[in-house]
């Protein structure tokens, strides 16, 4: 039985993780949890890229917090550095969320972040608020003869 010339342990794989940050923490706590995830991946793994998206609305709601400070770091390492991740970030304080994903090989560098969008129907910053479209022209549909 011959074995594969490239198994899966010798190749390490391609990541992306995801933190999401208290923005309540000062920034020199968040640079802090970036600067020590770095470190630890540079130790036994290779870091790919590291981008920082700012301050972006979260989904929904984590802890109270509409909003969290985005960093996306892409690395290279193995199991061993995974669990490692792992385990520190689910202690770190001012680490609200992560996510790790592996890459498929060949998937494409991540895009720019988006620019924020509000919603249709949200209320904007100057105390205006905004109206659906569809919710203005159902506001004016004439009655058909009904009282």
Known sequence: MRKPLLSSRAVPGLYDLMLLLDPQADDERRAEIVRNVQTMIETSGSLVGAHDWGMRRMAYEIDHRPDAAYHLLQFEG???LLERLDHTLKITDGVLR????????????????????????????????????RAAADSRRPDNGRS
């Open 98 to 133: 992560f996510r790790t994903i592996r890459l498929r090989p060949g998937s494409p560098p991540p895009a720019p972040p988006r620019s924020e969008r509000r919603p249709e129907g949200r209320s904007r910053e100057d105390g205006e608020a905004t109206v659906a479209p």
């Open 78 to 80: 193995g199991n061993d």
